[in-house]
Structure formats: structure tokens, C-alpha cells
């Protein structure tokens, strides 16, 4: 059942929960919505209360005219409100990074783990990340959102198949292509804020995949070298993409 919390600028944000336990808030990357995440909240439920939820702009969560990182950061401060006031955390890409930046503010977040946050991730040959931030703009602008989408998977190392255009998921992909730029911004200019970071209080772990792209092992050892006694895991055989069977038994483990 959909359920609604509002944003302390008034944003509604829609969110679902299962399964019972502990709180734990599972916080999408670039181009997903609650709904991205529906292979993973049935290997949780058993263990936690599953909070997914729609980032601002996204599915049934509303937005307003002029985004900032500090708005999206108030959204998950809301949801752990409505959660009991305290809760686990879970992100994933640019969602690691809300979680990182919640978490540095002050957020109740008592566990906290990350899977490849995308800093140090804006280094393609030739192009400056504020160039790249421009262009995928642009293309929303003229309403090209599949430019966009495009243009940002190769820009993150992974190849782009002419046949994703195809797939069933490709729709949905589209509908939310509107919020990369809220991604980028997170993004910042790629480096990692090691002193907001430093902030961080909470049992805190550092994921990334065996088979993902070199910048992922490398923002990892970064955001740990920022974050007080954060612990480090591979999961071998897995890219940017994570396997919810693989990463499920990770999550459980460290949360319990």
C-alpha cells in the first residue's frame, strides 16, 4: 500500500512498506524508483520493516521548481520520521550518496551502508564533469530523455545496447529521466566530502562489485578513508548492476 510523507517544503513523498523488524530504508541511484528495488524488499522483509520509497520528481512523489541536494537529504530525514524517528540504511549509486550526506547532517541513521557511490566517477577522457552535466541537460532540455539516458550509462563506464530501447523497463526508465540532473548535483564535481563524511557516527559499510569499474573499488577507499571505522566488502563476480541474491545476504548480515 502506498503510503504518503510530507517533506518539510511540502513535497510528498511516497513511500511503501514490508515486512517486519528494524527500519531499514532502501535509497535508489539515478533512474529508479521504489519499484527498482522490488527484487530486493522480499529477501529483507523477513528481517526488517522495508521502507522503498520515490525519490522526489519520481513515480507518485511530487517536486518542486528548483531542486538542492539539502531538499532530497530533509525528504529521507521525513521518511525516517515516519519510519519511528530512527531507522537503517541502505543506497545505492547516487542514493549511497544521500544516504552519506543524511547521515553527515545529523540524520537518525544508526547503520548505514553504501554500494559504489559514484564519486570519482566524472573522469572520462577529454570531457570535464561540468561538460558532461551540461550536455545530459541539455538533451532533457530539447526533450531528448533518451539522449540523456544514454549519454549517462556510457558516461558511467557501462555499455549502452541499442536493444535496452526495446525492453519492457525502458518506459519506465524514460519517466524519471527528468531527475538526472538531480543525481549529478549530488554528484557534486566528483570528489569525495571528506569532511562532512567525517561527521558520520553510525556503523557504516562500503560495497562495491568485483566485476564493476575501476572508479567503484577507488570511491569506496575514499568514502572509507572519510567515514569513521567503516568497513569494506567485495562481492565478487558483480557489477554497478548488483544482484539482489548477492547483495540481500551482505545487507542482512551487516544489519543484524
Same mark, same amino acid.
Given at each position: 500500500?502506498?503510503?504518503?510523507?510530507?517533506?518539510?517544503?511540502?513535497? %510528498?513523498?511516497?513511500?511503501?512498506?514490508?515486512?517486519?523488524?528494524?527500519?531499514?530504508?532502501? #535509497?535508489? $541511484?539515478?533512474?529508479?524508483?521504489?519499484?527498482?528495488?522490488?527484487?530486493? #524488499?522480499? @529477501?529483507? *522483509?523477513?528481517?526488517?520493516?522495508?521502507?522503498?520509497?520515490?525519490?522526489? /520528481?519520481?513515480?507518485?512523489?511530487?517536486?518542486?521548481?528548483?531542486?538542492?541536494?539539502?531538499?532530497?537529504?530533509?525528504?529521507?530525514?521525513?521518511?525516517?520520521?515516519?519510519?519511528?524517528?530512527?531507522?537503517?540504511?541502505?543506497?545505492?549509486?547516487? /542514493?549511497?550518496?544521500?544516504?552519506?550526506?543524511?547521515? /553527515?547532517?545529523?540524520?537518525?541513521?544508526? %547503520?548505514? *551502508?553504501?554500494?559504489?557511490?559514484?564519486?570519482?566517477?566524472?573522469?572520462?577522457? /577529454?570531457?570535464?564533469?561540468?561538460?558532461?552535466?551540461?550536455? =545530459?541537460?541539455?538533451?532533457?532540455?530539447?526533450?531528448?530523455?533518451?539522449?540523456? !539516458?544514454?549519454?549517462?550509462?556510457?558516461?558511467? $563506464?557501462?555499455?549502452?545496447?541499442?536493444?535496452?530501447?526495446?525492453?519492457?523497463?525502458?518506459?519506465?526508465?524514460?519517466? !524519471? *529521466?527528468?531527475?538526472?540532473?538531480?543525481?549529478?548535483? @549530488?554528484?557534486?564535481?566528483?570528489?569525495?566530502?571528506?569532511?562532512? @563524511?567525517?561527521?558520520?557516527?553510525?556503523?557504516? @559499510?562500503? +560495497?562495491?562489485?568485483?566485476?564493476?569499474?575501476?572508479?567503484?573499488? *577507488?570511491?569506496?577507499?575514499?568514502?572509507?578513508?572519510? =567515514?569513521?571505522?567503516?568497513?569494506?566488502?567485495?562481492?565478487?563476480?558483480?557489477?554497478?548492476?548488483?544482484?539482489?541474491?548477492?547483495?540481500?545476504? !551482505?545487507? +542482512?548480515?551487516?544489519? %543484524?
Amino acid at each position: 500500500m502506498t503510503e504518503f510523507q510530507i517533506s518539510p517544503d511540502g513535497t %510528498k513523498i511516497a513511500f511503501e512498506r514490508s515486512g517486519a523488524g528494524p527500519a531499514l530504508i532502501v #535509497v535508489g $541511484g539515478a533512474l529508479n524508483s521504489r519499484r527498482s528495488a522490488d527484487m530486493l #524488499v522480499p @529477501l529483507l *522483509a523477513p528481517h526488517f520493516t522495508v521502507y522503498a520509497y520515490d525519490r522526489r /520528481g519520481r513515480g507518485e512523489s511530487t517536486d518542486t521548481a528548483s531542486y538542492s541536494p539539502d531538499r532530497e537529504v530533509e525528504d529521507l530525514k521525513a521518511l525516517i520520521d515516519a519510519a519511528g524517528g530512527s531507522a537503517y540504511a541502505y543506497g545505492h549509486s547516487s /542514493g549511497a550518496i544521500l544516504v552519506l550526506e543524511a547521515a /553527515g547532517a545529523g540524520a537518525s541513521i544508526s %547503520k548505514l *551502508a553504501v554500494y559504489e557511490p559514484p564519486y570519482l566517477a566524472g573522469n572520462a577522457p /577529454g570531457e570535464p564533469w561540468q561538460i558532461f552535466r551540461d550536455r =545530459v541537460q541539455a538533451a532533457l532540455d530539447t526533450g531528448d530523455r533518451g539522449g540523456a !539516458v544514454e549519454m549517462f550509462i556510457r558516461h558511467t $563506464g557501462s555499455d549502452f545496447d541499442e536493444g535496452m530501447k526495446t525492453m519492457p523497463w525502458w518506459p519506465g526508465i524514460l519517466s !524519471v *529521466a527528468h531527475t538526472l540532473p538531480h543525481d549529478l548535483a @549530488l554528484t557534486g564535481d566528483g570528489s569525495v566530502p571528506a569532511e562532512r @563524511l567525517s561527521n558520520i557516527r553510525g556503523t557504516a @559499510l562500503g +560495497i562495491y562489485g568485483g566485476a564493476s569499474p575501476s572508479w567503484a573499488r *577507488a570511491a569506496i577507499n575514499a568514502v572509507a578513508e572519510a =567515514v569513521p571505522r567503516m568497513q569494506q566488502e567485495k562481492l565478487d563476480g558483480q557489477g554497478h548492476a548488483v544482484g539482489p541474491e548477492a547483495l540481500a545476504p !551482505v545487507l +542482512i548480515n551487516f544489519f %543484524k
